[in-house]
């Protein structure tokens, strides 16, 4: 599974005032105390305060801002940090959403049969479901304890049940210790794991793995050796990581995709496990299982794998235009939210070709809210009446980042509003 901090969030905001009993402030001006912030700023960084009439507001998050898929069932936070699930279903009309954890999830990774939410607080929990329908009627129990009392950003899901954790500073760590995850005060931008290894990239760029090499995963040769150490792949121009069960995948700077692994060798017809499989234009991507799934900049999809039934080679295939923002993948499906927020999922098998595979299903999400095209919400989140930033800002950008935000005050009355974050240079000391 692929760490999915580096692209997280959709802001709309609802906006309750109440000064007194009977006395309403009404939501007619919503209005960001700042709307710049210095360059080469770390994750959760103030930007300003949104108030309303001078007075600070209370916020909530409708919109999904984070997904994960665990066997059947996708997970996903909306209207505020609120976590819910849906049972995939081949085709038709998607089950209706159940809603798990009410107000403060602020991330999500899902394990087998598992997933780990991180809460505003800092802490980590593990939640087990289990789902039935009977008569139409979905019916849910689950059980969940908590892993880690704070200072968690983001979890991933490794093996033999560790979920290694980052903290705001990118620092990493496990929910216990343990001497064959040597993980303990590294940093990553982007971390992923497969079966039974671990690949992250630094912030310098810098690609680093550790663990199982029996596929070739994380070099090109010492193909069944074992990496005890986390050891340093490429020197620099990484910016994303996915993998696979037996294979690597990684973005560079110039917008191409690789891949690691035995099986690119049948792609590249060479005796080289690493391949560039795309040469530009890849803007994300997240894998599991089998396969990877990546978005272009004309915002179309692709899909790659190694080991497809139907393909005597391997080569990307077409998933048409999806125009997603968000992704994440599941053993048998992956799903995406569009620009327009809505949510939808849609079901792969390696068996069949992709033309043969069910129609994409979309969620409908009891109180959806659909924001326009151009926003960049997602790399934004609110808590209370904070805007903080979920990742480091572009200061060579060549347009300010713009977010959509609104308010609803306790009597229905709507105020949309936009506002753009512009990234200034930070001041040299004389």
Known sequence: MK???????WLVLCTLLITGPGHLIEAQELRLSSTAIQENQPPETLVGRFYSDSFDAVHYLPGVHDLAISRDYLYYIADGGDLWVVKIVAEGEADTPIRLVERGVKSITAGTTKVYYAMEDGSLWELEIFLNNTLNKPTLSSKKKKLVESNVYQAFHAWEGKVITM???GYLSLNYPDQDFPVEGQTASSL????????????DGSLWGFGSNANEQLMLSESGSQFSTPKRLMAGGVQDVAATERETYFTRVDGSLWGIGKGMKKFSHSRESMARIVSSGVTDLVAKDWYCVYRMEDGTAQLFATDLKYQESPAPISLGKLNAILLTAGKNAFAYTKKDGSLWYQKVDKEKPNEDWPKPVEIRHPRAIFLPSYVDNRFFRISGSKLLTKQELNHERDKPYQIY????DQQGRDVRKGFSIQVIEKTKAP
């Open 3 to 9: 760490t999915k901090f580096l692209h997280l969030s």
């Open 192 to 203: 992923a794991t497969g079966f039974r290894h671990c690949i992250f990239a630094q912030e």
């Open 167 to 169: 903290n705001t500073e």
């Open 405 to 408: 935000v609104r308010s609803v």
